[in-house]
């Protein structure tokens, strides 16, 4: 394919990706006036087939590609002041776009800011040469006066002829006598960051003993000892929280002791309360100073921070960030998904102050952009967000971090199908910067390129202040059904209502863990077992309670529950497995006293309701706290004493060969969420599978007896990190038309022959049926990853030629399989 990036000639040529799903860019000529403007990484107006595209260019100096006497279309406007992408982060995107077997155009498409129609149009600036003139006094009367237009800043051209009656001819004089230059400039209407009001405490204070001497007046008192547990909060959360707040602020105010502030909406509310730089541990100072010098030493290396949970992986990050800086040059953090950027970036705020910004999906496109570029004018070192915050527009990174690596959150799931993972490694490496992945539980893969060498590991094995892993006991459910036949359902076995019981009474938190949302799973006819099923969907529909509903979870798709068995008529019908709902339900009916709270999807709708919730748990208003996978990541709440996880198993059974890593994963970290106090930590795990490798080693934090047994698993099966895999999707709402194109891209793969993959397939998808289209796919398995890339192409090809209503796709690096 060859887009060089980096061919440079005499030609006024240059290569532009455009946003159209063609596998290959376009050469334009350069006019005159945009020759200065025309650099790589900036984005451009081009005419493309009768329309006008905004692209990017990828290349410049460039011999055309194309036949002999044709003649190349020209540039109509440079639109960005300075590159959208810098040179080492297009470079990795097109690398990681070949990889995925996506049109370069359609990839940095993906990159840029949603929504930003770079706004800059033409003007003109002072040169040296003519400030100096200015100054001597030296300049002609009617170029005085652009001089002086000037010589405040920029000025766009039609406005700066406007003003000073200059004509475009004394314009262009003044050009060629270098008194003034031609430059582009931004142009509003730029993107606002909304603000909200904040308070916090003066630092340095000392809030107990304040509150105290404020026993006549509760309400400042109850503010001030808010403040000390959150950290900054906006008042109007607080006002939320405690009635007569606003007032009350204000007499705080006037006393000293709490400051009121504006912030950007996107830092708002995330500031550690207390962020001294700690002493590190040793193992935390073997780590930080081996990535420090790294990162001293521009080396490319990847390193696994491989730390169990509690073992202070944040602090290693926070220094090799530190590092950075000091370096004069920049840093990213990833995190897999909202709640998480909240804490670290309390965190890194705590440490950094102002000097960040934030990217990720729970901000409006609106305030997004604000961040994007505070960060493309190099207002903030330091970039903290989901995924997409690998787009960040910075022009010389010192270090990437990326916490929770295993995540797949940072699987791009459409369009530009990219692992975040495999495209900080290329950006790393062209920025020439180390990459830290940090984990407790790190992805097979990367703990397999550990294991060869590929990477370095850097082990955290131990707990800050020596705190004890926290015990976890395992309840068969085999044997509790059998203990207590035709019983209550079984939902909280009586260990684990004991021990909640327990805990609430020493005062401790408790986090019940389900990975299922909604009340019930599913409803059965007792009399045929026929399951109510989403109509677009091939899945059972979700009963929930409060809206008295049965729910699809895939498109929402939702319907109230029959009187009558659609099957058989039959009106018994008999509720099977449980979600979070219920267990709120049977949580609230056996601990009547405790302050209790649910987060899952469904209670997360609202702006700000997982964040309030996790305050809750933080600032110890909450007692117990029920959730899905939500809850299970990377917070750090040191009044958790209790996490019971009521069924281990869900997940176990996927059709997915990543099932068991996932299952392990979630449980290792929802455990890990227990005893990060001063108080030791318990763990409740219910299961009906004790035995499963999966379960085994998370009730022992045994990570690596896990990593031997699936490793030795994949390796016998030639599924990844041993085989690779690629996997062709086909939808369509005629199922037979889907099933024959599935067929037909399958023999396109198989038509490699002997030396090209195993090919499976067609078959029906694990959801054959989803938002009403049918869907199938084939499965492609090599050894060797450019095999699987020419066979792709062979389909894509083939695809090309499929019926308009058939969609199809593929994933060079499927991680979801469902
Ligand atoms: P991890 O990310 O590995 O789960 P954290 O970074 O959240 O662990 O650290 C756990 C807790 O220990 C945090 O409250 C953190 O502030 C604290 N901590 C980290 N390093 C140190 C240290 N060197 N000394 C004291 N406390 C520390
Ligand atoms: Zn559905
Ligand atoms: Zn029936």
Redesign the pocket.
Known sequence: MGWDLFERAASRVVRVALPVPVDRAFDYEVPEDLAREAEVGRRVRAPFQGRRLTGVIVATGVTPDVPDGTRLRALEAVLDPTPALPAPLLAALAEEAEATLCPLGLALAAALPPGATPMSERGFALTARGREALAQGAAAADAKSVLEALAEGPRPAVGLARTTRASHAQLAGLERERLIARTLIERGPRARPARVRVAHLVPGLDAEAEAAKLARAPRQAALLRALAADGETPTAALAARIPGAAGALRALARRGLVSLAEREVALAGALEAHAPA????PE?REAAETIGAAVRARSTETFLLH??????????YLRAVAEALAQGRQALVLVPEIPLTHQILA?LRGRFGERLAVLHSGLTPNERLAQWERLRRGEAPIAVGARSALFAPMRDLGVIVM?EEHDASYKSEEGFRYHARSLASRRARHERCPLVL?S?TPALETRHAAERGRIQRLR?AH???SRPLPAVEVVDLARERAAHPRGRKLILSSLLLRALRETLAAGGQSIVFLNRRGFSTQIACVDCQHVMRCKHCDIALTYHARAHALRCHYCDWHTPPPDRCPGCGSEKTALLGIGTERVEEEVRAALPDARIARLDRDTAVRRGTVEDVLRGLAGGALDVLIGTQMVAK?H?F?GVRLVGVVNADLGLHLPDFRAAERTFQLLTQVA?RAG?GALPGRVILQTWTPDHYAIRPAATHDYERFYAEERTQRERLGYPPFGRLALVRVSGADESAARDAAALLADAARSGGASGPEVLGPAPAPIARLRGQHRFQVLLKHARADVLRETGRRVLAAAERLPRDVRASIDTNPLDML
Do not use: H
Request: proline residues 4%.
């Open positions: 700690v002493e590190l541990t935390q730390g169990v949970t509690g073992s202070g992986k944040t602090e290693v965190r916490d940090g407790a955290l707990r800050i202040g990377g750090d040191p890990g990060r």
